[in-house]
């Protein structure tokens, strides 16, 4: 799964260690690897954004 939202902020559920970890990037530059959607919300209000910001990516 794979949400964009404003300003370059990307945001992808990957597998990492064999862990599911949601990836938060901006401009592709990684900006922190999030355990928990709480996590996330930190990272996006240091960035003066919140998780309403984003919208799901679907694919065709």
Same mark, same amino acid.
């Given at each position: 799964?794979?949400? /964009?939202? +404003? @300003?370059?902020?990307?945001?992808?559920?990957?597998?990492?260690?064999?862990? +599911? /970890? $949601?990836?938060?990037?901006?401009? @592709?530059?990684? /900006?922190?690897?999030?355990?928990?959607? +709480? #996590?996330?919300? $930190?990272?996006?209000?240091? #960035?003066? $954004?919140?998780?309403?910001?984003?919208?799901? /990516?679907? @694919?065709?």
């Amino acid at each position: 799964m794979r949400w /964009v939202g +404003p @300003r370059g902020w990307d945001v992808e559920l990957i597998r990492l260690d064999g862990r +599911p /970890v $949601l990836r938060a990037r901006q401009h @592709r530059c990684l /900006v922190d690897y999030c355990a928990s959607v +709480p #996590a996330l919300e $930190l990272v996006l209000t240091r #960035a003066g $954004l919140t998780t309403a910001d984003l919208v799901e /990516v679907l @694919r065709t």
